[in-house]
């Protein structure tokens, strides 16, 4: 089965059904506390390997677009504390995103949420629409973000 791979962003691989309309979009808004300094999207549990998204810090309030479909565990990186230790945070399971069906994964301090939003064209992503329905809420997965490190200190509550 062929893979997807939109804008170097993610990919859907194995397994996954053959894009048939547009990819799915996915908005992904930090509504924490927190400035999130990397913004990672992979297939499997494992992040370490997995490129960061954000070329500068997603400041709360912010939202950053992104295109594809397939199943997805969603990571960001953000300091525990002001000039404290750096935390990765993982959806404690993967998202299963469809064709033509718009999404917002809203991040919390400790937890995420997914919203079925409408579908929006690469362009006009800026549109802020209410969400459809609550999909899932997620508490996070939280380990220490070091290359060395990679044991979780916190299982998901």
Do not use: K
Request: charged share 25%.
């Amino acid at each position: 089965m062929a893979c997807l791979f939109l804008f170097g962003m993610f990919g859907a691989c194995q397994g996954a059904p053959e894009v048939r309309g547009e990819p799915a979009f996915l908005a992904i808004e930090n509504q924490s506390q927190y400035e999130l300094i990397e913004l990672r999207v992979h297939s499997g549990i494992r992040y370490l390997e997995t490129e960061n998204l954000l070329a500068s810090p997603l400041r709360p309030g912010d939202v950053r677009p992104l295109y594809g479909s397939g199943e997805f565990y969603v990571t960001v990186y953000r300091e525990r504390y002001r000039l404290g230790p750096v935390y990765a945070f993982t959806t404690a399971y993967p998202i299963h995103l469809l064709d033509d069906t718009g999404y917002r994964l809203a991040v919390f301090d400790e937890s995420f949420r997914l919203d079925e939003i409408p579908w929006r064209a690469p362009n006009s992503w800026r549109l802020r629409p209410e969400p459809i329905r609550i999909l899932a809420q997620f508490v996070a997965t939280e380990e220490f973000a070091s290359s060395d490190a990679d044991a979780v200190l916190n299982p998901a509550r």
